[in-house]
């Protein structure tokens, strides 16, 4: 009676070695949208220290944090002083003052630029960009993904002869190409077209990277 298990456990084991199916490991991205946008503004200006007094470089240091200030405020943008300020200040005394400056759109965005280029003494920089991830985005890669692993699958029962059948599982993996591998191949199959790409793509900001395992039946 000892014997009953392991003899139903050895049929069990030769039944699935029997199954036949194709397993492809599919991996892709897609560029988010841009959701939102912080920018680094302060005072654009230089003093000579070997012409100008310490009272002088403080006036001017002044002047120009009052016009940095009096924009954002005229502007009812969203700011925040930068900490660092605080620093630099404790040390040296009074110092260029720089904000941190939230920009809620695209739209506003590009006023806001705008805005700055037609003001003098303002210096600003791209600091971040908040990217939209949501569901939506997440079913558009994950659909991206399957459409690729049918079309793999195929190719690789062609060759063998073999008929796709159903869909046995999907599993996700965990995504282990580089930004460069990704970007190359983009260029490989995409010939010039592939360059339309945004920088953002190749620094690997506002990119979602996915991978998936999917194993289908075959005839």
């Known amino acids: 009676m000892k014997r009953l298990p392991l003899l139903f456990l050895l049929i069990s084991t030769i039944g699935i070695s029997q199954e036949k199916f194709i397993e492809v490991l599919v991996k892709d991205t897609i560029v988010l949208k841009p959701k939102s946008f912080e920018y680094l503004l302060k005072g654009d200006f230089v003093y000579d220290f070997g012409e100008e007094s310490t009272k002088e470089r403080t006036e001017k240091i002044m002047k120009s944090n009052k016009r940095v200030l009096e924009f954002i405020k005229r502007n009812s943008l969203q700011f925040e002083e930068n900490q660092i300020n605080l620093v630099l200040a404790a040390f040296s005394g009074i110092q260029p003052i720089s904000y941190t400056v939230f920009v809620p759109n695209i739209i506003e965005k590009e006023i806001f630029l705008e805005k700055v280029e037609q003001t003098n003494g303002l210096d600003y920089s791209l600091i971040k960009t908040n990217y939209e991830q949501n569901e939506s985005t997440e079913e558009r890669i994950y ?43 983009k260029l490989l199959e995409s010939g010039d077209t592939a360059l339309d790409v945004t920088t953002t793509f190749i620094n690997d900001k506002g990119v979602l990277r996915k991978s998936i395992s999917v194993k289908y039946s075959v005839e």
């Open 143 to 185: 659909k991206k993904l399957l459409e690729k692993a049918d079309k793999r699958a195929e190719r690789l029962g062609k060759i063998k002869n073999l008929k796709i059948g159903d869909l046995i599982e999907i599993s996700e993996t965990k995504a282990s190409e580089t930004v460069f591998s990704s970007f190359m191949e």
